[in-house]
């Protein structure tokens, strides 16, 4: 079995290989390079190679997804920090993109780094790591969990709440629904790109129904694990260990979790959700060490 390291280590190649020999403007590649190849734990990408790993497959034939979906999510990043949306100026211990290289640069590697992930899955196919059928259930996979049914939906629902929740924040009697609200916004924008890569996965190794409903309900509750963790590091965590500047969403006024419920209620919800979190690994199937590993690293 192979460790966690090891694959981060193969993933941050096959990342550094591509963009070298992408054929862009310099400068774009540069704005691109220099989020991507960030110092990042690679969260999404370790998932789907660790299920290709925890089921025997050779997880090599993942390398393309696996960076496809790290293109992806590294876009989001970049747009998320601009000024329009969270503005904020530290990611992955660097100056965030729009600081470095100005917001219309920012803009256009974050749609570059999208666009060039279907590229990648489309060249996965040509290395044969997948054939064609798994190939068009891979591209319907992202552009579902990515797109307007996906993540962006949940980062316009980011919005809207953000918006519109400033009479709210004072009145309880509306707690119950805001976090409603707070867990369906985070469920798309969060839990869909933290359960694509169990998706497909499952996919590429033909897993039945059955299993890949087990991973389907792992990965919307690792996401909402993952996400109240962000919003507590947001208001505890030393910016030099997460590499995020601390307090952005008190800054901005944010809803989230230690917001609406304190920050020692949102720790006791993190420690419930982590303890249903423990239980749905155990009933993945395959072997899950090293993903049970990424879970402690993680929490």
């Known amino acids: 079995m192979t460790t966690i390291d090891e694959l981060r280590q193969a993933l941050d190649i096959f990342l550094q290989l591509h963009l070298a020999e992408l054929e862009t403007h310099p400068l774009l590649k540069e704005a691109m390079s220099y989020s991507l190849l960030a110092r990042g734990k690679r969260v999404r990408g370790l998932l789907l190679l660790l299920t290709l790993d925890a089921h025997g497959a050779s997880w090599q034939r993942g390398l393309h997804p696996a960076a496809a979906i790290e293109f992806i999510h590294c876009y989001s990043l970049i747009h998320d920090d601009l000024p329009c949306m969270d503005d904020d100026y530290l990611r992955r211990w660097l100056p965030t993109s729009h600081v470095k290289f100005g917001e219309g640069m920012a803009v256009l590697a974050g749609d570059a780094l999208l666009t060039e992930a279907f590229g990648i899955l489309y060249a996965g196919y040509r290395t044969q790591s997948y054939n064609g059928e798994t ?165």
């Not at 319907?140 to 929740?165: F, H, K, P, W, Y």
């Open 135 to 299: 190939l068009a259930q891979l591209l319907l996979q992202v552009s579902a969990s990515a797109g307007a049914t996906g993540m962006i939906r949940g980062q316009v629902e980011d919005i809207l709440l953000q918006e519109s929740s400033q009479p709210l924040k004072d009145d309880m009697r509306h707690r119950d629904k805001m976090l409603q609200s707070v867990r369906e916004m985070h469920r798309g924008k969060t839990g869909e790109m933290i359960l694509l890569p169990l998706m497909m996965a499952c996919g590429i190794l033909h897993l039945p129904e059955e299993a890949a409903t087990l991973y389907r309900s792992f990965g919307y509750q690792l996401g909402k694990v993952y996400q109240i963790h962000d919003d507590l590091i947001d208001y505890l965590a030393d910016p030099e260990i997460t590499g995020k500047g601390r307090g952005r969403d008190q800054r901005h006024g944010k809803i989230t979790y230690p917001s609406l419920l304190g920050v020692d209620q949102t720790q006791e919800l993190l420690r419930e959700e982590k303890h249903y979190l423990e239980s749905l690994l155990k009933h993945l199937p395959g072997n899950q060490e090293q993903l049970a590993l990424l879970l402690q690293s993680l929490f």
